[in-house]
T-cell receptor, first 114, second 115 residues
Framework: DGGITQSPKYLFRKEGQNVTLSCEQNLNHDAMYWYRQDPGQGLRLIYYSQIVNDFQKGDIAEGYSVSREKKESFPLTVTSAQKNPTAFYLC?????????????FGDGTRLSIL | AQKITQTQPGMFVQEKEAVTLDCTYDTSDPSYGLFWYKQPSSGEMIFLIYQGSYDQQNATEGRYSLNFQKARKSANLVISASQLGDSAMYFCAMRRMDSSYKLIFGSGTRLLVRP
């Protein structure tokens, strides 16, 4: 079945450490997105990529970095500069063929500080 | 700037009854799309229904329907015949009609269905 796979499901970060969250999709979608969700709140856009080797900052990009070397993959690195990384991270993708197309989401990664 | 407002942090509904979840939005764009997603406790986001700003009719998908009032800038989700499995967070989201296909989300409404 086609879908979006995020790994790991749970991740713990030590002080001063960079961690990378994986997002892989086999839907042949061209655009991919990373969102952050804090408890009891909505999703906020971190980064997005519309094509390979290109990406744009979202609303809360500080302390995060991404790459898009392959169409299927859009990993997110939470750097040590992100002082409050504890949150639920969701990856999404979309095939931009029509205005009514929804974004499809992975199952998320929960990141906590040790 | 675009904004989505969901004023109901939490809602209760009796099983088999209908419930309306409110969503108001703010945009100066003439063309936009509105989406509703369901987020169970497991965390995944499930797409429910879409309404385009120029759609003449309110969207419906099974037990879900959208009460779209463009002049009031509201897009309320109506769930008919509530089921226990409907207990979840519900998010309203808006998208500008540009090439980014970015979504802006509201803060969500937690729905609890009582047996």
């Amino acid at each position: 079945d086609g879908g979006i796979t995020q790994s790991p499901k749970y991740l713990f970060r030590k002080e001063g450490q960079n961690v990378t969250l994986s997002c892989e999709q086999n839907l042949n979608h061209d655009a991919m997105y990373w969102y952050r969700q804090d408890p009891g709140q909505g999703l906020r856009l971190i980064y997005y990529s519309q094509i390979v080797n290109d990406f744009q900052k979202g609303d809360i990009a500080e302390g995060y970095s991404v790459s898009r070397e392959k169409k299927e993959s859009f990993p997110l690195t939470v750097t040590s500069a992100q002082k409050n990384p504890t949150a639920f991270y969701l990856c999404a993708s979309i095939l931009r063929t029509g205005v009514n197309q929804p974004q499809h989401f992975g199952d998320g990664t929960r990141l906590s500080i040790l | 700037a675009q904004k989505i407002t969901q004023t109901q942090p939490g809602m209760f509904v009796q099983e088999k009854e209908a419930v309306t979840l409110d969503c108001t939005y703010d945009t100066s764009d003439p063309s936009y799309g509105l989406f509703w997603y369901k987020q169970p406790s497991s965390g995944e986001m499930i797409f429910l229904i879409y309404q385009g700003s120029y759609d003449q009719q309110n969207a419906t998908e099974g037990r879900y329907s959208l009460n779209f009032q463009k002049a009031r800038k509201s897009a309320n989700l109506v769930i008919s015949a509530s089921q226990l499995g409907d207990s979840a967070m519900y998010f309203c989201a808006m998208r500008r009609m540009d090439s980014s296909y970015k979504l802006i989300f509201g803060s969500g409404t937690r729905l609890l269905v009582r047996p």
